[in-house]
């Protein structure tokens, strides 16, 4: 019971010696056990030597000699340091065109009255329910018409607007007193002064909230970037590690792809950890403190 | 102001990436290709690309990979629409008749005629077997690239444990199940060792159920007319219901609908003594099988026949003249004997071109590995694949049955009287184009 102790001396002092809160924090390890399952098998087949045969590979159990044969395999494979990058780039570039449009469309819709706000506000929502896959021809043909198949521009271009960024943003400035704002309109601030230095810095935790959506969708998206990218050079992670996943009539190579996934997840993965408690707390904080 | 500092800095990197390379001198081609096998085989395609390069200055391709099959297909489609088609795509073979009838794909006879020869000569390099996918009302509207047939696997090591002669591989139903009772083991309730595995996820499981229909007599599709399919008929009822059997009756294959690289690692691990699989396997199994092994033609019920499978070249509809006799001279680069022997002893898939099987090589190659015959020997009894208007949509209504019967929540007859009804709908916009528009 040492170690439940230890992780237990940041509970509040009233339920310190109550069961419940107790058993829903075992149950939570135990959760946590289960997610972690793929995750160390993923590492346990990285390192199991071929040579180990097929039957073993499902054993969580590391094996005596590991190897880097798989990494170097799925390294030679595929051009991991460029997919890596022309993903960060994607990411990064949607991520980054979103804050601004979704400030302004969420401010718009919290704070400024023109006609039709409701019935745009719902068209807006409705992005929601469509399906990616229903617009992959009509945005294809819209890209090649600008003159941006086969570009990184032309894979981020759908998703600069983003009904939900959008809708989260309206609700974090809604929830702001307009006293705060009244009073930088006395000292004579203007319209993007007022979201710069008011709006936006009070909405931070839905920002990284966003962020973190954003990022992991559009890390992980596969269907859209295979459509518009033919240059190998210009491939995301996703599509590179495919290639040896996507088989049809032939077999898998269970060590290479643990590996290929390892890369493709691990620059994510040690991000998160970095920043973990500060995302936890975006998820969970609202409003002003 | 640091916002639109940054905006600016983001708006200056976005337009640095949007400038596409501007192509001069050799015209430049695109080659989709889908991965049918392990991605080693992208590296090989990149090889052969590039020797094609080497020694034809004036094109230049570039090998895309696509993703499976059917992401192909989609990709493709969406590049024709987007009015920037690639010059050439290894498509699955029973895409080509749905490709055909929504036009999107470029008749090969005025091609094959500037060459200056006949559309029988050009066609009768190929096995008789693979013109059926091949040829549309007449015409040409691709080339055979790799192709396969569905295989017999068995562990011979295990025959010979369970006093079965592996020579004599079992040829009917009847003695394939009698087979795969005696490779079944158990330790009281609990099976150790599967008698045999079959696939079934999609794109395999309408392929396999084909295999099945065929070997008991019957016919999966409407091979003259492309609106029509037939599963609720006596020859699939009755194979469906054998596959079911293995499963609940004899408890002798795993339940549960299984997918292929499932299936050929539990035939690799001895966890299933016998599996029906591509020949595009062959590969795998002789580089990783520890224990002697057989491959055999797919036992019949009633007559010996398989399907087909694999894929062929195709080119786009709405080219430019230049691109489509630069993908010509390739597709013709990439199915000659010398080619299409290398990649066939690279994947495990049988060459098409059957001067391909005279090369020096491919005679050493099947002189050191005689298992690579028994594919080309079954195609005396192959036949197209199922082909027709909407083909993956109206595949995917029966395979979701099939699964819920694997899956034991549903009984043959109402799946296949359900996947019947479901496809009709699926065909009907095209009937009522055709052989329902009466004068």
């Known amino acids: ?289 | 102001m640091l916002f639109s500092r940054r905006l600016m800095l983001g708006l200056a990197m976005v337009s640095a990436l949007a400038v596409p390379a501007m192509a001069e001198g050799p015209t430049e081609i695109d080659l989709f290709f889908p991965v049918p096998v392990d991605g080693k085989l992208a590296r090989d395609m990149g090889t052969m690309i590039k020797e094609f390069n080497e020694t034809h200055s004036a094109i230049k391709a570039t090998a895309v990979y696509t993703g499976s099959y059917d992401d192909t297909l989609i990709k493709t489609r969406a590049a024709i629409k987007a009015g920037k088609p690639p010059a050439a795509v290894i498509m699955s073979a029973n895409f080509l008749l749905d490709m055909q009838i929504e036009n999107e794909l470029t008749n090969l006879d005025a091609l094959i005629k500037a060459d200056g020869t006949t559309k029988e000569q050009f066609l009768g390099q190929f096995f008789p077997a693979l013109q059926g996918n091949a040829v549309i009302n007449r015409s040409v509207y691709g080339v055979p690239f790799h192709n396969s047939t569905p295989l017999l696997y068995i562990n011979a090591d295990k025959a010979k444990e369970a006093g079965l002669d592996p020579n004599k591989p079992p040829q009917t139903w009847a003695e394939l199940t009698d087979w795969a009772k005696k490779l079944t083991k158990r330790d009281g309730d609990k099976v150790t060792q599967w008698g045999i595995a079959i696939p079934c996820a999609y794109d395999y499981c309408g392929w396999m159920m084909e295999t099945l229909t065929m070997s008991n007599g019957g016919r999966y599709y409407n091979e003259e007319f492309g609106g029509e399919v037939y599963y609720d008929t006596p020859s699939m009822l009755g194979a469906l219901t054998w596959w079911n059997d293995l499963v609940y009756k004899h408890k002798v294959h795993a339940p549960g609908a299984t997918p292929g690289p499932a299936v050929s690692t539990s035939f690799i691990s001895g966890n299933a003594a016998m599996m029906m699989l591509s020949t595009g396997s062959l590969t795998y199994v002789r580089d990783n099988a520890k224990f002697n092994y057989r491959v055999a033609f797919i036992p019949r019920n009633v007559r010996n026949a398989v399907p087909i499978g694999g894929a062929s070249l195709i080119v786009p509809a709405g080219l430019e003249a230049d691109k489509q006799k630069a993908a010509w001279t390739l597709i013709k680069w990439m199915t000659s004997p010398e080619k299409s022997g290398w990649w066939s002893r690279a994947t495990g898939y049988f060459a098409p071109n059957m001067a391909a099987y005279k090369t020096p090589e491919m005679l050493d190659f099947l002189n050191k590995n005689p298992d690579a015959k028994t594919a080309v020997e079954q195609l005396d009894v192959a036949k197209p694949w199922f082909a027709t208007y909407k083909t993956v949509p109206v595949r995917k209504n029966l395979e979701d049955e099939v699964m819920l019967v694997l899956n034991g929540k549903k009984q043959p007859k109402e799946a296949l009287i359900a996947a019947q009804k479901a496809a009709d709908e699926t065909l009907k916009p095209y009937n009522a184009e055709t052989s329902l528009k009466l004068p």
Not at chain 1, 100 to 119: D, E, M, P, S, W
Not at chain 1, 176 to 196: K, V
């Open chain 1, 1 to 289: 019971m040492t170690l439940i102790d230890r992780l237990w001396k940041d509970a509040p002092l009233a339920t310190r010696n109550e069961i419940t809160p107790k058993l829903g924090f075992v149950l939570t390890v135990l959760l946590a056990l289960v997610w972690l399952i793929p995750f160390l098998w993923m590492g346990v087949a990285t390192l199991r030597p071929p040579s180990d045969g097929i039957n073993l590979m499902a054993e969580l159990m590391p094996s005596l000699t590991p190897t880097l044969d798989n990494i170097r395999d799925a390294w030679e494979i595929g051009d991991f340091p460029r997919y890596t990058l022309n993903t960060t780039i994607i990411c990064a570039g949607i991520l980054l065109v979103q804050f601004v449009t979704i400030t302004l469309a969420g401010f718009a819709f919290a704070r400024l009255a023109f006609a039709g706000k409701t019935l745009i506000f719902y068209l807006f929502l409705m992005q929601l329910m469509l399906v990616p896959v229903l617009l992959i021809v009509p945005n294809l043909t819209l890209v090649a018409q600008l003159g941006l198949y086969d570009t990184l521009t032309g894979v981020m271009m759908p998703f600069f607007a983003s009904a939900f960024g959008t809708f989260l943003i309206r609700q974090a400035f809604e929830a702001i007193p307009t006293e705060l704002e009244d009073a930088a309109l006395i000292d004579g601030a203007g319209l993007f002064q007022r979201i710069r230095h008011i709006y936006v810095p009070l909405s931070m935790p839905s920002f990284s909230a966003f962020a973190i959506i954003s990022v992991t969708s559009h890390w992980n998206d596969f269907l859209w970037p295979l459509m518009v990218i033919n240059s190998p050079d210009k491939r995301p992670l996703t599509v590179g590690l495919s290639v040896f996943t996507a088989t049809a009539e032939g077999t898998q190579a269970w060590g290479t792809i643990a590996a290929g996934t390892l890369m493709v997840i691990a620059p994510l993965l040690i991000t998160f950890l970095i920043f973990q408690k500060r995302f936890i707390s975006s998820f969970v904080t609202s409003g002003i403190k």
